[in-house]
């Protein structure tokens, strides 16, 4: 028995083996031809060239893949009334439960106010909950207009500037170097690759995570969308609601933003594009998303702050 494991473990380890040499052997340089193995200058340039040009592919392959990310996270598509009620579903029922809570206490507040003043405070209360009651039926409708209408813009603004619709549209060089050939092409492309790839992988990477955070904060405060309504009734949390209100309309219209950036940095990249250029442009993308995240964290920290100053100052 033990002899049978060992045969078998010997032949896993040799199909092992085996298939790692086939994978990396995969990019032969042509200078490998007819190599002697006592020609040692032509085995070194065999794997030099072979090494290099297994490098270029591997760049050229996530460039590709950077290329065709950012275009689709940039690209928005329309959302139908439908999806909207699914994302907010639970939190209408929430809302809706509030609403009734609401109801009830004011209708009590209005049945005992002894004083004038107060029983107008309840009538205000009642306009602002009839008024909310009609907002939640119609929510579904009015955001999915303003979601349309920011990807109508995107799509508008696509059109019209000079960012890619396609990744064959982004004419990037392929660092090719016309005077030169054989193993001083492949390691001249390599070296003007890691010069710039990285920069640019980075770049792509920062701009991707931050377009799909972007699209989950949308639908997250799209699904907070009746809470946000709540803010607005109950006044101690009115600015709260305006806070929320401003980040998603910003959210909502951030890929707009970016366009513009990218447009102007594909015109300054000339053709073939400047990939340190072109990563300038994707990093400040997300730098504008870090800011407008930023802004909106430091301002509720600071009405946090003032609501709490004033209530010491209340209570002393």
């Known amino acids: ?116 003043i107060k029983r107008e405070e309840a009538k205000k209360t ?48 392929n660092f090719s170097n016309p005077g030169l050939s054989g193993v001083s092409q492949e390691v001249t492309r390599l070296s003007q690759y890691n010069a710039n790839i990285p920069y640019f992988a980075a770049a792509a990477k920062s701009y991707v995570i931050a377009m799909n955070a972007r699209h989950m904060l949308v639908l997250l405060l799209l699904s907070l969308a009746p809470m946000i309504l709540f803010f607005y009734i109950y006044a101690p949390l009115n600015s709260y609601g305006k806070l929320l209100t401003y980040l998603l309309v910003s959210e909502l219209f951030y890929p707009v933003l970016c366009v513009i950036v990218l447009h102007f940095a594909f015109i300054l990249a000339n053709d073939p594009i400047d990939y340190l250029m072109l990563s300038g442009g994707l990093f400040l993308c997300m730098i504008i998303q870090v800011i407008l995240l930023s802004a909106a964290l430091f301002k509720a920290s600071m009405h946090f702050i003032t609501h709490i100053k004033y209530s010491e100052e209340e209570s002393s």
Do not use: W
């Open 1 to 116: 028995m033990k002899k049978v494991i060992i045969i078998f473990m010997a032949l896993l380890l040799s199909f092992v083996s085996i298939t790692g040499v086939s994978a990396e052997a995969q990019v032969v340089a042509s200078e490998c031809g007819d190599v002697s193995p006592y020609e040692y200058d032509a085995l070194l340039a065999c794997q030099i060239s072979s090494y290099a040009a297994a490098g270029n592919l591997l760049y050229d392959g996530q460039v590709n893949l950077y290329k065709d990310q950012i275009i689709n996270v940039t690209r928005s598509d329309d959302i139908k009334v439908s999806e909207i009620n699914l994302y907010y579903n639970l939190f209408k029922f929430i809302f809706v439960g509030l609403l009734i809570l609401i109801t009830v206490l004011t209708g009590y507040k209005f049945m005992t106010a002894d004083e004038p």
């Open 126 to 173: 009642f306009k602002y909950i009839v008024l909310s009651g009609v907002m939640v039926a119609l929510l579904p409708i009015i955001l999915s207009l303003v979601y349309n209408l920011s990807t109508d813009l995107t799509k508008v603004t696509l059109s019209l500037s000079s960012f890619p619709k396609s990744v064959g549209d982004f004419h990037t060089s």
